[in-house]
């Protein structure tokens, strides 16, 4: 069975810094690219990074560009968001996901708030 | 960035009736590579979101046949045979053809009537 689960969300002030991890089990971690994805509460959904099978290219939606970093340990098969200069619009569900463009392999969340 | 825009933002339907959700992206999704990067995904109340449908057509394992996908260019549109209880949910359409950034529709919220 595949599964993905990722931690490391909660509250946090304005400026502040989390970093979120996903773990994988059931899939060859490796293989893929892998994607961070979140959601503001009754929102949509909004693409924030993803990062190629050997961390060799990331890349990022412009409103995290600068702040956030995508990063992986495909031995421990571990994806992370370090998430820096957190600001209130950063408040959300991030999922991880696998894949360039998220496919059919997503987590069930972790809430990052954003607040003073 | 290519921007999709989805039709309705809310639908109701009878249960047993079809369904159909409209995404227009502002630029054509065909890849030089000759696959289209269209894809739609369904979120259930409190779930995450999971993929129904890649590359405009194709059905992801385990979707009933009740669900498909069609189009080109810049019009794409999911169907829902007969709508059945548990296709209540939020719709997303995304396109990965042109990116960064991935981009998805506001999404398409399904109630039964």
């Known amino acids: 069975e595949v599964q993905l689960v990722e931690s490391g969300g909660g509250l946090v002030q304005p400026g502040g810094s989390l970093r979120l991890s996903c773990v994988v089990s059931g899939l060859s971690f490796s293989n893929y690219w892998m994607s961070w994805v979140r959601q503001v509460p009754g929102r949509g959904l909004e693409w924030v990074a993803n990062i190629k099978q050997d961390g060799s290219e990331k890349y990022y939606v412009d409103s995290v560009r600068g702040r956030f970093t995508i990063s992986r340990d495909n031995a421990q098969n571990s994806l992370y968001l370090q998430m820096n200069s957190l600001r209130g619009e950063d408040t959300a569900v991030y999922f991880c996901?696998?894949?360039?463009?998220?496919?059919?392999?997503w987590g069930q969340g972790t809430q990052v708030t954003v607040s003073s | 960035d290519v921007v999709m825009t989805q039709s309705p933002l809310s639908l109701p339907v009878t249960l047993g009736q079809p369904a159909s959700i409209s995404c227009r992206s502002s630029?054509?999704?065909?890849?030089?590579?000759?696959?289209?990067?269209l894809n739609w995904f369904q979120q259930r109340p409190g779930q995450s979101p999971r993929r129904l449908i890649y590359?405009?057509?194709k059905r992801d394992s385990g979707v009933p046949e009740r669900f498909s996908g069609s189009g080109s260019g810049t019009d794409f549109t999911l169907k829902i045979s007969r709508v059945e209880a548990e296709d209540v949910g939020v719709y997303y359409c995304?396109?990965?053809?042109?990116?960064?950034?991935?981009?998805f529709g506001q999404g398409t919220r399904l109630e039964i009537k």
């Open positions: 995304m396109q990965g053809t042109d990116w960064p950034p991935i981009t």
């Open positions: 996901a696998r894949g360039q463009g998220p496919d059919e392999y």
């Open positions: 630029q054509s999704l065909a890849h030089s590579d000759g696959s289209t990067y």
């Open positions: 590359k405009v057509s």
